[in-house]
């Protein structure tokens, strides 16, 4: 939801170093840097206070009023960058940047797909796919939208929807290439079975012939059986 703000309480950090902030870590804290306001300050953030931040309707686009040591000043910030530890899963690391709320920021935004299910070239067989899963946005930080949606109800099997189909709302300028494909609708593989090898066919037939002539042949030599009547 575009506009959410909310607070978010840090400390600064007086100690640097990778040995301090592997302490922060193992305390449950965040370390990071607030950029913006001057000089950057390096500052710490409780994990579970950041994840009940970024946890809201606005996701990580949210306004954080970030308050320093409990000083009650607020600086009004957004998540710049993050790191994330590739096997916990966790962040380790934060950029926050302030920013004046009257002027335009730069963020990117996921694309969300609507009515792909309803979609006739769906119902088809066709595969619906997006190859574009976010876009890049100029608005103010408050007007920064939590996602771009797309109809796709109307898409048949061979159509292609671009950035240029994206109908941000007022306020909101889109960056990238307009031409740039953002979902597109294909036929469905079709498995065609490989055609006989000339020849093949009429060996196995030739071969079948042999079979059955040479069984018929050992018919008509057959010595009489024991239990036969001897001719007089």
């Known amino acids: 939801m575009a506009g959410e703000r909310t607070r978010l309480v840090v400390a600064q950090r007086e100690h640097l170093g990778s040995r301090e902030t592997r302490r922060l870590r193992k305390q449950g804290l965040i370390p990071g840097v607030?950029?913006?306001?001057?000089?950057?300050?390096a500052i710490s953030v409780a994990e579970r206070e950041l994840r009940r931040a970024l946890t809201g309707k606005a996701g990580l686009h949210s306004i954080l009023d970030v308050e320093i040591d409990g000083h009650g000043k607020t600086h009004a910030s957004i998540l710049k960058e993050?790191?994330?530890d590739k096997i916990r899963g966790h962040i380790t690391?934060?950029?926050?940047?302030?920013?004046?709320l009257d002027k335009p920021i730069h963020a990117s935004v996921s694309v969300h797909l609507d009515g792909g299910e309803d979609a006739p070239g769906v119902r088809e067989g066709g595969v619906l796919s997006q190859p574009l899963r976010e876009l890049n946005v100029e608005?103010?930080?408050?007007?920064?939208?939590?996602?771009?949606?797309l109809d796709v109800s109307h898409m048949g099997v061979g159509d292609t929807l671009r950035i240029a189909d994206v109908h941000p709302p007022e306020g909101v300028t889109l960056l990238d290439d307009p031409e740039t494909v953002v979902a597109t609708i294909t036929a469905p593989t079709r498995e065609i079975e490989p055609e006989p090898v000339e020849g093949e066919e009429?060996?196995?037939?030739?071969?079948?012939?042999?079979?059955a002539e040479g069984d018929a042949a050992t018919d008509e030599g057959e010595q009489p059986s024991e239990d036969a009547p001897a001719e007089e």
């Not at 607030?34 to 300050?41: D, I, S």
């Not at 690391?93 to 004046?100: A, G, R, T, W």
């Not at 608005?139 to 949606?149: I, Q, R």
């Not at 009429?202 to 079979?211: D, K, L, P, Y």
């Open 34 to 41: 607030l950029y913006g306001g001057g000089q950057p300050v």
């Open 82 to 84: 993050y790191q994330v």
């Open 93 to 100: 690391h934060i950029d926050l940047q302030e920013v004046p």
């Open 139 to 149: 608005a103010l930080p408050l007007e920064v939208p939590e996602h771009l949606n």
């Open 202 to 211: 009429g060996e196995a037939v030739a071969e079948g012939e042999e079979v």
